[in-house]
């Protein structure tokens, strides 16, 4: 895991080194101590039990994600160096969990989930809670599956696993139980509290322009633009041969040419002579509100492909603004 | 508030800095590792560390495990005091991790429990003990490291293994903040608790620590500013120059035969 996480730390001292020696250089050594302190706070939770968080949450929203893993991994080098809390053997895969893959996981989730809300929008403090909620589920589940495959990897000729004993399917679901609950709540109060009290005290270290605060981003209309010529152009699928790789029907095992199409499609091996049991159970499951891209009512499958993908596209901008106006504060327009 | 959250904060500061005070104590002691060239120790403890991370027999684990113990007391260090921090919190961490696998491993039955269908398996008992042994000599190992060397040498030591000067200097600042935090969050507590009167509600808990991780944010970022300013004021332009006065005497090349020996033998039996 150091192997791993050592090219991600190489590239952030990269990004960050023209700006290490400013006031970067202070701010990351102290982001650090602060994530390395709230640790330590006791955090009540509903429920009556208490949770510590990481901050991985805030300091990817602050720092962004390189100095966010910069931050966090300095953090957990000094726990585990100097307070032998995370053992050395370990260190480097505690910081690819939270540090590297826990700090992307937040950044994204923040940009995504807050992209288009205002400075004020109750949205920008879901982002935050979701942001730390999501790293910190990220990181337990890369360490559940660290765990869980190393009874694969290494076990003594008896069958003893001689390192962390659980399989996959016991160590995903003891991890993410926790961490799901207590930690992840956690995470989640802590990174939407600070990122409230920034917000407050300090906007523009959350990305917030206290001059520019009501204005809403506008979305160029070049990407409209883009977006309705794709959409035009969505009858071109129809044009391609054969069925995708992958998204096979049941009737498809039985069709001898789309048989030859799924040979051809896997480098000459043949599929097998019956519908995989697993496909037959689980096809009729869900039914498709437009099942093949193709309402039956309409006759053209070129006009068919138009509509469906307008649909789709229609469904998520609809997803998207109602998301918008439930979290927009006091229901302003 | 219930007094219980507050009072384990507080109990959690106080041993972060108890620890701190114990290193910085220790390495100054005259014993057999704290003689020793920084580097020398680094990458010797290192090496032990790795070959018990490395082995796959219980023996092997237990033996690092006694070196670790005789080198604790030729360095003046308490059995009882390592005991309290290291073995004690490690073996409650590990086991409650290791427990169900005595039951959950699948293997030849060791011993069947009088109550329902468990049954403790001979691969799960060997697969705890180990992971248990692994932990414990692993954890000793770098513990006598922390608490031989002060902290300002280990860092510098850490070039050696070719760690860039720009993190080091982070390391460096990170840990002096990280006690300096500690006890501004230590005295934000204890000056709210008491003006406390009464019990507060879980949100109200909540907000209230929360908010105490705001301000300490708000005091963080302003000294990032006090502190940039002041060594824009030294003269800092981007330059990092670590003295490095170590040197190698004739102790120093015997510990390095010891180590490597001892490390290479862990290694050749531990397969």
Redesign the interface.
């Known amino acids: 895991m150091y192997a791993a996480s050592a090219p991600c730390w190489w590239t952030a001292l990269r990004r960050t080194r023209r700006k290490l020696f400013g006031r970067t250089l202070p701010l990351l050594s102290l982001f650090a101590a602060f994530s390395f302190v709230t640790m330590m706070f006791n955090l009540p939770l509903p429920g009556g039990t208490t949770g510590h968080a990481v901050g991985v949450g805030i300091a990817a929203i602050v720092l962004g994600p390189w100095g966010s893993l910069l931050a966090i991994s300095l953090a957990l080098t000094i726990q585990a160096l100097f307070f032998g809390d995370g053992g050395i053997t370990t260190l480097g895969a505690n910081c690819f969990n939270m540090a590297i893959a826990g700090s992307f996981a937040a950044w994204g989730i923040y940009q995504v989930v807050s992209l288009g809300a205002t400075a004020e929008s109750r949205r920008r403090v879901v982002a935050a809670a979701l942001a730390g909620y999501g790293a910190i589920n990220v990181s337990a589940l890369l360490a559940a599956i660290e765990f869980g495959i190393q009874p694969m990897l290494f076990h003594d000729a008896t069958g003893a696993p001689l390192y962390a004993p659980y399989p996959l399917r016991i160590a995903i679901p003891a991890m993410l139980a926790g961490h799901l609950t207590i930690a992840g709540m956690a995470e989640a109060v802590m990174s939407a509290g600070l990122f409230s009290y920034l917000r407050r005290n300090e906007p523009a270290l959350v990305g917030i322009s206290p001059l520019a605060s009501q204005v809403l981003p506008q979305v160029p209309r070049r990407l409209w633009g883009a977006l309705a010529v794709v959409l035009l152009l969505t009858p071109l699928g129809i044009l391609a041969s054969g069925a995708a790789w992958g998204e096979w029907a049941p009737r498809d095992f039985a069709n001898s040419a789309t048989r030859a199409q799924i040979a051809v499609a896997s480098r000459a091996a043949a599929p097998p002579a019956a519908v995989p049991s697993g496909l037959a159970r689980l096809a009729n499951v869900w039914t498709a509100p437009l099942p093949d891209y193709a309402p039956h009512f309409v006759k053209s499958v070129a006009f068919g492909y138009l509509l469906s993908a307008m649909f789709g596209v229609g469904l998520i901008l609809g997803v998207v603004w109602i998301g918008q106006r439930v979290t927009r504060p006091g229901g302003e327009p | 508030m ?1 007094a219980g ?2 009072a ?2 507080l109990r ?2 106080t041993r ?1 800095l108890g ?2 005070l114990v ?1 910085e104590h220790s390495a100054r002691e005259s014993g057999l590792l704290q003689a020793l060239d920084p580097r020398v120790k680094l990458v010797g403890l ?1 090496a032990l ?2 070959s018990a ?1 490395l082995a ?1 027999r219980l023996k092997v684990m237990v033996a690092l495990f006694g070196l670790g113990m005789v080198l604790a007391v030729a360095s003046r260090l308490s059995l009882w005091a390592l005991a309290k921090r ?1 073995w004690l919190v490690a073996l409650g961490f590990t086991a409650m991790i ?1 427990a ?2 005595l039951f ?4 030849v039955a060791l011993y069947r429990l009088p109550v329902g269908s468990l049954a403790i398996t ?3 008992a ?3 003990l ?2 248990i042994a ?2 414990e000599s ?2 000793t190992l ?2 006598l490291l ?1 608490l031989t060397t002060p ?1 300002m040498h ?1 860092l510098k030591a850490l070039r050696t293994l070719l760690v ?1 000067v ?2 080091i ?3 460096a ?3 002096r ?2 006690v ?3 006890e501004t ?1 230590n005295q934000m507590f204890e000056s709210r608790q008491s003006r406390m009167v009464g019990r507060l509600s ?1 949100h109200q ?3 209230l ?10 005091k ?2 302003e ?3 006090q ?2 300013l002041a ?1 824009q004021a030294r003269g ?3 330059e990092v120059r670590l003295l490095s006065d170590f040197r190698l005497r004739g102790w120093d090349y015997l510990a390095i035969c010891g180590f490597a020996v001892a490390a290479a033998t862990a290694v050749v039996a531990g397969r």
């Open positions: 219930s959250v507050m384990r904060t959690g500061f972060a620890q701190t290193s290192l560390v790795v991370a796959r290291v290791a169900p696998a959950l491993t699948p293997g001979v691969q799960g060997r697969s705890a180990l992971l692994r932990v692993a954890v770098s513990t922390v902290w280990l860039p720009e993190v200097v982070l390391l600042m990170t840990h903040y990280v300096l935090l500690t969050a879980g808990q909540r907000r620590m929360v908010n105490t991780g705001g301000v300490l944010l708000s963080t970022l000294m990032g500013n502190v940039f060594m800092f332009r981007g």
